[in-house]
């Protein structure tokens, strides 16, 4: 049996440095040629995300695995995980006829020479992060531009990236009603990264309009998420809180009751802190739509006019922390608690709701109905919202854009800044699958005096 000699973690570094010879083959004799390895992935799942390659003249776009052998997909567990359906090339040292029926490029034989020379140079657990994202051609215009002349350019396209995710809930609502559009980028947000889609799946499966008598009861309505997301726990099946058993109980009840099913929502617990557990969010997620009655256009409004015209004060308004059961608070799952008690939504993830759906819905809605005064209010409430935190795709656009990176502490004061570094590198650098030569934000002409 042939063996291979290297980790995995060195063939994803030969891999992100294009060693590949010229004409290149995958294992069916079509010639491949890469033009974008992707960005490398350090999370659960595929190792390089929004890869480009051609093959035969095809161009695949999509994610790309890589292993030691063909084989191991299968012995990892690949083929029955929905976080590998983009996979479009398993990229292995050697093929041994074991893995997926996807396209296979067997590095084995079709390196550069220089290969060897990576493998004495670079350790592969000290394989530099910088690295993995290298500078791109247009970090030396970033370079010789002044902090304040970026800030302005950054302020503009996080202002564009709020109005764009504003207009797409009103065409949204458009469709499926105001409230519901709400309610449904709401419930997505709660997701966080791994649980997006099963969020939306389940405000999509428990529409307001058909829910409307559970939504006046906090217990049924709280009964009817958790059942039809397929989280009430079995008490024959696993020991309860001592706390919970009673609401377990009812809860079972009235979601017998309701005559809903489980819709087989696919959970993702990989890479979550325990605050961040899905009963948490669901529940905090019931009790939101619970304080605002089901209306949550309703309730943007009236913080509008509670606001009073005053930025800081909306912002107060939208981002204050839910009132709820203080047991709620002490639970990891109905079956853990957590060491110290913590908010369901805290203020922390309010704000991030309120700069993801609830102020660019209303700059949207208010420049639709051609109220200045409020867009104008929504979008100077927008820009006092302070930096986040950082997510790999904004650490991926700072590393591409900025030399040093440190950089990024003075230039991005806030989160329209970090919002508008988002917009441009997904507009430019991975719109055109990191191709330098044909980005107009390298090509266009310099304003620089």
């Not at 990236?161 to 499926?176: D, I, N, S, T, Y």
Request: glycine share 6%; net charge neutral.
């Amino acid at each position: 049996m042939r063996q291979c000699p290297f980790s995995e973690r060195f063939l994803q570094i030969i891999w992100n440095e294009r060693l590949l010879v010229p004409q290149a083959k995958c294992t069916d004799n079509r010639e491949i040629r890469i033009l974008s390895v992707g960005l490398w992935n350090r999370m659960a799942g595929p190792d390089f995300h929004d890869a480009a390659v051609v093959i035969d003249n095809t161009l695949l776009r999509g994610d790309i695995e890589v292993h030691r052998f063909a084989s191991e997909w299968h012995s990892h567990g690949h083929g029955q995980d929905p976080r590998y359906d983009k996979v479009v090339l398993h990229v292995v040292w050697i093929d041994d006829h074991g893995g997926p029926v996807l396209p296979t490029l067997e590095l084995q034989g079709q390196l550069q020479s220089s290969w060897g020379r990576l493998f004495q140079q670079v350790e592969a657990a000290c394989y530099p992060y910088g690295r993995e994202v290298p500078p791109g051609a247009c970090a030396l215009r970033w370079a010789l531009s002044d902090d304040e002349s970026l800030r302005t350019i950054l302020s503009s396209a996080g202002l564009s990236r709020m109005l764009r995710r504003g207009q797409r809930l009103l065409r949204l609502g458009a469709q499926v009603g105001e409230d519901q559009a709400l309610y449904e980028q709401t419930f997505e947000g709660l997701g966080y990264a791994f649980n997006r889609q099963p969020f939306r799946q389940l405000a999509q499966a428990l529409p307001l309009s058909a829910c409307q008598d559970a939504c006046r009861n906090e217990s049924k309505m709280m009964a009817l998420f958790l059942g039809t997301a397929g989280l009430l726990p079995d008490p024959t099946q696993v020991e309860i809180l001592p706390e919970f058993r009673t609401f377990v109980s009812m809860a079972w009840r009235h979601w017998w009751a309701s005559g809903q099913t489980s819709i087989g929502l696919k959970w993702n617990r990989n890479g979550t802190r325990p605050l961040n557990s899905i009963e948490r969010r669901l529940a905090g997620g019931v009790f939101w739509l619970h304080a605002c009655q089901s209306r949550p256009g309703c309730w943007l409004r009236e913080c509008v006019e509670q606001s009073k015209g005053t930025p800081r004060q909306l912002l107060r308004l939208l981002t204050i922390p839910l009132k709820q059961d203080p047991q709620w608070e002490k639970m990891l799952n109905f079956e853990t608690r957590l060491a110290r008690p913590a908010a369901l939504l805290g203020r922390e993830r309010m704000v991030d709701l309120a700069l993801n759906t609830f102020l660019p819905y209303l700059a949207a809605k208010a420049e639709m109905d051609h109220d200045d005064t409020t867009r104008q209010l929504a979008q100077d409430t927008w820009e006092l919202i302070p930096c986040g935190q950082e997510n790999h795709l904004l650490k991926d656009a700072v590393r591409r854009f900025l030399s040093p990176p440190s950089r990024a502490r003075e230039l991005l004061r806030n989160a329209s800044q970090q919002q508008g570094m988002l917009d441009i590198f997904q507009n430019f650098c991975l719109a055109l699958d990191h191709s330098c030569a044909e980005c107009p934000f390298v090509t266009m002409p310099s304003t620089d005096k």
